[in-house]
């Protein structure tokens, strides 16, 4: 890919910072990755997935990156998290990528903290959703019925 990662090593050029003996560094290749081992630890090596990397990255206007900044802005108390997420609302199944987006980002994360919060952008975007299903009645279901984002959203927590 032409990427290149420089990772963190000792002044003599050990992982640890060691010198002598046992101060090798191994590598390991994964299907999925890399592992680091030396004589006190293993490192797992991976390239962020594409959803994530999407999700994170600085000025991403990726739907689920919108979403995820207005949970964000709704989280510490801002004025404009309920203007950041209808603006996603405004446009034609872009809430509903936004979550999808989210939750697809979260199952492949393995930090908790950062599983959470992509989860919780998704429950905010679903309470648009629900919201915007109930006032233009436009998904043809039934009063009470979940919508298809819930569905996905509770299979993905659920696995």
């Given amino acids: 890919y032409g990427d290149w990662l420089r990772f963190p090593c000792g002044e003599d050029g050990n992982i640890n910072g060691t010198s002598g003996e046992g101060s ?27 959803g994530t990397a999407d999700l994170l990255r600085i000025g991403s206007i990726k739907a689920g990156a919108l979403l995820l900044d207005a949970s964000d802005a709704f989280d510490s ?24 987006e989210c939750v697809e980002a979260a199952v492949g994360e393995f930090d908790v903290g950062v599983q959470k919060r992509m989860l919780r952008a998704a429950s905010y975007g679903l309470h ?32």
């Fill in 24 to 50: 090798e560094a191994y590598l390991v290749p994964e299907i999925d990755s890399c592992r680091v081992l030396t004589s006190t630890s293993v490192e797992i090596l991976q390239r962020v997935p594409p």
């Fill in 77 to 100: 108390g801002s004025s404009n998290a309920d203007e950041a997420a209808r603006s996603i609302t405004n446009q034609e199944g872009l809430l509903e990528d936004a979550i999808l």
């Fill in 128 to 159: 648009f959703a629900c919201k915007d299903s109930e006032n233009k009645n436009n998904y043809g279901k039934t009063p009470g019925r979940p919508s298809s984002e819930a569905v996905a959203f509770v299979d993905a927590v659920g696995s």
